[in-house]
Each structure stands twice: as C-alpha cells, then as structure tokens.
T-cell receptor
C-alpha cells in the first residue's frame, strides 16, 4: 500500500537550532517525493522536490531509498519557518498518478 | 492569472442538502485534483482529471460524491445528501504534466464545508 508517514505532529525548536522533520514512505516502485508547506493564512505550496536537489529557503531533503525516508532538514531555523509541513509522494501506480500526503508536522520556531 | 481559485470559500448547509463546489485551475494546466482535509490530517485524495477525463476516484469515496470537468477547464465537485461527516476543507489543485514529468501541484485556498 502507498503511504506517507510523518511521525511528529508538532516540532518546537528555538531560533538558530537545527531542524529535522521526518518523513517515511511506503511505495512499490520509484516514487517522486515532495515537501509542501502551508504558512499561516496561506495556501499549500511546494517547498521542494527530490528530483530538483535544490536548497529552498535553506531547507534540503535527501531521498534515502534504503530507509524509504525523505527527511527535511535546515541547519539554522528562523521564526518565519513556522508553518505546517506536509510530505507527499507521487508516482505511477496502476497506470495513474496521484499525490499522497502525510498527516503533516507543525513546526514552531521559538524566539 | 491569479492561480487556482475555488468557490465558494465557505458553505454552511443542513444535513441532507446537496452542495456543489467549483474550481478554476491555472489556465494551461491539464491535470486537476480534488482533495479533502479535516482537522489534524493531511490532504486526502478524492479524484483527479487529465483534461476532461476522470482518471481515478478514491475507493473510499462515497457514491454521493461526483466530480466533473466538462471542457477540460473548470471542475465541479458535488456532494449529494450531505452528512455531518462531510464537513471538511475541500481543496483543488492543478498541474501541468508532459510525458513522465509528475508536475508541481498548485493549490487553491479551499472551500470549507460545514454540515449542520
């Protein structure tokens, strides 16, 4: 079964501390992995995707196929990083593409 | 283009009534998705379209739910005989896909349904 697991509902860190939001997935095949973010009073938007291998707003995520993980990391958290973060996967399954989202992790960066 | 727009933003209805939501995707996008989100949960897949063809509908979705995208542009999601359990945020997203590229999802602001 296709599944995305985000074990932490809430993660609180102090400004300047490192951040790691965990994401594990279950998928038969080669999925594409994403992180979406929702800031307060804004719509869901893409933060980054694994195939681009970019660092966006200081965040990076590495796809580990052996551990089926796609953890999101930032070395120094900023207050403006406070938001809901959703890990998602997509890929061909039964001939169709759909995106499956995790339950999300709320990141609170404390001053 | 102002992005994906959804209407209405908020709908309050009595149990048993029918409701319809509309989604206008980004104009050049060929895929359109509907998701449902309840408190504390991530977006739950409902259905998606490639142009006007509905390619998949969630097996968990009741027959009371139906979606259309008649001309491959805007889409409607109708819920018949609403139940209190249908109360949720209904999200629409669109993407442009060519070949094997999965495409970035662009979300609307959502339509919040409250069933009394």
């Amino acid at each position: 079964a296709q599944r995305v697991t985000q074990p932490e509902k809430l993660l609180s860190v102090f400004k300047g501390a490192p951040v790691e939001l965990k994401c594990n997935y279950s998928y038969s095949g080669s999925p594409e992995l994403f992180w979406y973010v929702q800031y307060s009073r804004q719509r869901l938007q893409l933060l980054l995707r694994h195939i681009s291998r970019e660092s966006i707003k200081g965040f990076t995520a590495d796809l580990n196929k052996g551990e089926t993980s796609f953890h999101l990391k930032k070395p120094f958290a900023q207050e403006e990083d406070s938001a809901m973060y959703y890990c998602a996967l997509s890929g061909e399954a039964s001939g169709t593409y759909k995106y499956i989202f995790g339950t999300g992790t709320r990141l609170k960066v404390l001053a | 283009d102002t992005g994906v727009s959804q209407d209405p933003r908020h709908k309050i209805t009595k149990r048993g009534q029918n409701v319809t939501f509309r989604c206008d995707p980004i104009s050049e996008h060929n895929r359109l998705y509907w998701y449902r989100q309840t408190l504390g949960q991530g977006p739950e897949f409902l259905t998606y379209f490639q142009n006007e063809a509905q390619l998949e509908k969630s097996r968990l979705l009741s027959d009371r739910f139906s979606a259309e995208r008649p001309k491959g542009s805007f889409s409607t999601l109708e819920i018949q005989r609403t139940e209190q359990g249908d109360s949720a945020m209904y999200l629409c997203a669109s993407s442009f896909v060519q070949g094997a590229n999965t495409g970035e999802l662009f979300f609307g602001e959502g339509s919040r349904l409250t069933v009394l």
